[in-house]
Structures are given as C-alpha cells and as structure tokens.
C-alpha cells in the first residue's frame, strides 16, 4: 500500500471530474484524480455516447471551459484527418454530422483531447491522474472523510488518499456510498418531493435501464455476422408490456406521447454532412437510427480516403435499454449481474441488426455491419462501459425538483436561485426503468445549478461533481446530460478552489453572502454562465 496526499481528491474521471481537476489544477493546488477505467471522459468516452446538449451550446449556456474542449476536438479533426476544405472550414464542423449534437465525434477522439487538455497539469506535479483505481473504502472521522482507499485494477496495488477536500464526480456515486455519506437511489415518494409522476412509495431501486453502446460502420456486400449469442432467443422475445411490440424491433412508444414510434435505419445516406444542421428545438432526428448519434461521417472525406468507405454511428437505442435491473445499489453480485445483462442484450441486438432486422428493400438482415474497436478503444468494439444515466445522489443542502424546472409546473420560467454556480437545458428525460415505467419527457426551461444542490446535508468537506448532486430521480432527466455534469463538475472544482484559498468548507461558503458572491464573480471570470437570456424551452 502507497499514500498520497493532496489538496483535492476528485473521484471519477468522467466529464465533471474532468472540469473539476482543470479548474482546480489551473489555479495551483495539488489534485489527485482516480478513475475506474483506463479513459477519461465517462459517458463521452468509455461509455460511447455522443454529447446531448442544447441548441444554444455554441454560444452560452456552458463555460469558457467546455466551449474550449468542443473547439480543440473540431480542430483535432483539422489537424488529424483529411477532411474536405469544405468541411475543414466550417467553424462549427460537426464530424459525425449526427443529429443528436452539432459535435457529434468519435469517442477516442474525445479521450485524446481531454488528455491533453491535462497533460500539462501532471507535467508539472500538480495533478496525479490514477486510470483503473477503483474505490474500495473510506474513513469518515465524525462530519470528515480522512481517507479514501482506491485499488489499482492489473495489479491490486492499494493506494490510500488524503485529501483536505473531496469531490464525488464518480459514475455511480461509488464514494458517497463507501463513506456513508446521506444519499438517495432510484423514486423519491410524492409524498417527498411533490412530484406528480414520483409514486406514492419510494422505489430505490427503479432507476432508469442502463446501456452498453457500441461503434459500427456498413460495409456493403461483406458478411460481418458475429457469432450467434447462446442467450439470444431469450432477448429476441422481449416485449415489455408497454412496447408497441418485441423491443428488438423498428417500432417504440415515442418517448414525448408514448404513442408507437416506427424508426428507420438506412447505413451510409448520401448526404451533404457539411450541411446538416443538428438542433433539437426544430427536429430531435431521433426517428433516423443511423444519423441520431453517427459519429463519422463519410462524406466529409473524399471517397478514395480511409476514411471515406463508411459511416460509423454509435449504436444508443431504446432497443439496447436493458430492464432486468439497476446496475447500483443492489448486492455486488446482482449489480454484476446485471451489468453484464446489458452487453448481453446490446451483443443479441446487433445479431438481430446482422440477421434479422427488416430492410426498406424488403430482405432481412444488415450483413455488412462491422464493429468499429478503433473507435471505442476495445478489443470488441464495444464500449469500455455500460452507459449509466443515474447515480446515487446527495442528500444535499437544496434539493432540485421538477416545481424548479418543468415547463408545466412553472409556465413563465425555470426557478431561478440566489447561489445559482452555471446553468443547463434539457427535456426532463427518463428512460424506461427497471421498475417497469415506461419513458417520462416532459418539456423543462433552460435552468440553473444552484450551488446547495452540490452540497451534503452533513459531510463537511465533500462537495457533489456530477451526476451525484441534488436532484430527484424526475430532474435527473435534465440534469445527467454532457454539459450540465460538465458545468457541475467545474463549479466544484472552483467551489473548493475557493475554499481552500480562504481555509473554508463548503458548508460555509453556501452559508457566507460575502463569500458565495466572491465564489460567483470568480466563476464569472472563468468564464461560466451563471444566468440565462429569456430563451424557449423544447
């Protein structure tokens, strides 16, 4: 066993643990970031989904920060690809011309450049990035946590972290749960939060169904056909009993009516990506499989190119939404389980794709997908890790519902809070969960983070740095996407910045007017928006 100590422990690599050790090491203090897999970046990049983000994301509505990562992503592309000059000279190049994001991009792309976004910070000694370290313990003395154990996965090297501040930016609120810090999992009750889709009991462990994505491209006239999965006539006949049909299946009920949803497929469209224009608020595009989360788009490279034989789209349906159970907070063994459940399910789809899904020709059967390693970083092709779209989460100082955001709750606009530390927009979107509830979404106003959401009701010296805040299982739906766990990590990372140069604790920073305007003006300065122009909800 080794130890480390440090100013900042952040627990979690992902997308808010991420911001949260650039702000924290561009201002001079020691960090230790640790991470479960072998990336950085969480849900962008081990676990293979394409940003969600909001029509304005270009132009407010995030930070200096995160408007820095998407612009050296775009100019990785320059530097590294061979893109047409049409494309190249779009200032806004979408690489994968998806639809769901105007900076649509492949995964590994995404890991490189957070990479070098803080390869300068542990040059210098300020920051320690530990890559697959998982935590195994903490010890909590009183209101405090001392201590954090992590152990290194190839080798089962234990390393012992002492921080005088930690932030919990982790995928699965993993050290919230060892250092038994107040949390929530799954439906808060209506009784609890007033929510009028929440159940009249409290269901922990109804969350919405994880996802294991995957990374393919078509090639026409070629027989990539993966072996066929032992457990695949179990997964072929799934039929929740509020889908339209199998759910290995074109047709799903529309998340906004629930009526049932007919999707298409076609690989590789002939179209012009320079010229596609990715913007929810006037059409999701969610109904073109293909196009909705393609991350490389053939024709922004002449056809002679590597890289002009095919598209590669990154497979995040509603038919790989795996049901069985959550995959946190049950026993080890059953969170496992189920994890392994969801790239079973995701392994059986593409076998469908292969051999049976039904063509707009008439015949059966995309033969030519091939699965796209390269892009994931696996040796499959398959993402690093399962998608996680809710955490364990706070029992914070301010808990965020959907009387603060929902359109219908409040007609004239989104709560607005006096600690407000950045701000985000997104549909209150639920998955269906494992509790049998079929999608919630539900139109919400561009919202704020209000600074108590990050904050535990006891725990002194822990703040929240991701999807692990002060939501309730309903305003997760809006809160879990890119930039907002993007915004919440960044505001923690400044949070405890300011913390420790004024020998604070969190708790007294939301409790000090003073301060919390200092703390505001500084995230101000970095570039943060704290506040909202009068814009319209989707």
């Not at 920060?65 to 494309?87: F, K, N």
């Not at 070629?222 to 009993?241: C, N, V």
């Not at 991701?466 to 997760?476: A, F, L, P, R, S």
């Amino acid at each position: 066993m080794r130890d480390l100590e440090t100013d900042v422990l952040i627990v979690g690599g992902g997308l808010g643990g991420v911001a949260a050790a650039w702000a924290v090491a561009s201002a001079g203090h020691r960090v230790v970031l640790t991470e479960e897999s072998d990336w950085l970046g969480g849900q962008a990049t081990s676990q293979g989904v394409p940003p969600d983000e909001h029509p304005w994301i270009e132009h407010f509505g995030s930070s200096y920060r995160y408007r820095q990562l998407r612009s050296r992503i775009r100019q990785w592309y320059r530097d590294h690809r061979p893109l047409r000059a049409r494309s190249a000279r779009l200032p806004y190049v979408n690489p994968g011309a998806g639809l769901v994001s105007a900076l649509c991009h492949e995964p590994v792309v995404s890991a490189h450049v957070m990479d070098e976004i803080l390869r300068p910070y542990e040059a210098s000694g300020q920051l320690q990035v530990l890559l697959e370290h998982a935590t195994v313990s903490a010890s909590v003395s009183g209101d405090r946590i001392d201590t954090v154990v992590f152990q290194e996965a190839s080798t089962g090297e234990a390393v012992t972290v002492i921080a005088r501040l930690v932030l919990d930016a982790s995928e699965t609120g993993e050290l919230i749960s060892a250092a038994g810090v107040e949390h929530v999992t799954g439906f808060e009750s209506r009784n609890e939060t007033g929510e009028a889709d929440a159940p009249e009991v409290a269901q922990p462990m109804n969350m919405q169904a994880a996802s294991w994505c995957f990374a393919v491209e078509h090639r026409a006239g070629e027989d990539h056909t993966i072996d066929r999965p032992a457990d695949y006539d179990d997964w072929r006949s799934r039929q929740p009993s509020y889908w339209p049909g199998r759910q290995f299946g074109w047709v799903v009920p529309h998340p906004h009516t629930l009526a049932p949803r007919r999707h298409t497929m076609v690989p590789n469209p002939d179209d012009r990506p320079d010229r596609i224009i990715a913007d929810q608020s006037e059409d999701s595009g969610a109904d073109d499989l293909w196009r909705f989360r393609r991350v490389l788009a053939r024709n922004h490279y002449d056809p002679t190119s590597p890289y002009g034989a095919s598209d590669v789209t990154l497979v995040n349906w509603p038919m790989i939404d795996y049901l069985d159970g959550p995959v946190l907070g049950g026993a080890p063994h059953d969170d496992a389980r189920h994890t392994a459940g969801a790239k079973a399910m995701s392994r059986a789809f593409l076998y469908w794709l292969q051999t049976e899904a039904p063509r707009p020709d008439g015949g059966t059967g995309y033969q030519g997908l091939r699965l796209r390693p390269d892009v994931m970083g696996t040796e499959d092709g398959f993402a690093k890790r399962v998608y996680i779209r809710e955490s364990r989460r706070i029992r914070a100082q301010y808990t965020i519902t959907a009387a603060d955001v929902a359109v219908a709750e409040r007609p004239s606009g989104a709560l607005t809070y006096p600690d407000t530390v950045g701000t985000g927009a997104y549909r209150i979107d639920l998955h269906p969960s494992t509790g049998g509830d079929n999608y919630i979404d539900v139109p919400a106003h561009p919202f704020q983070i209000p600074y108590r959401a990050l904050v535990p009701v006891r725990v002194r010296n822990l703040l929240a740095a991701g999807k692990t805040i002060g939501t309730t299982h309903i305003t997760n739906g809006c809160y879990r996407l890119h930039p907002v766990e993007w915004s919440v990590g960044e505001a923690a990372g400044v949070a405890a910045t300011h913390c420790l140069d004024h020998r604070l604790e969190p708790h007294q920073l939301s409790a000090d007017a003073d301060h919390l305007a200092q703390y505001q003006r500084r995230l101000r300065l970095e570039g943060v928006d704290l506040n909202w122009p009068r814009v319209q909800p989707w």
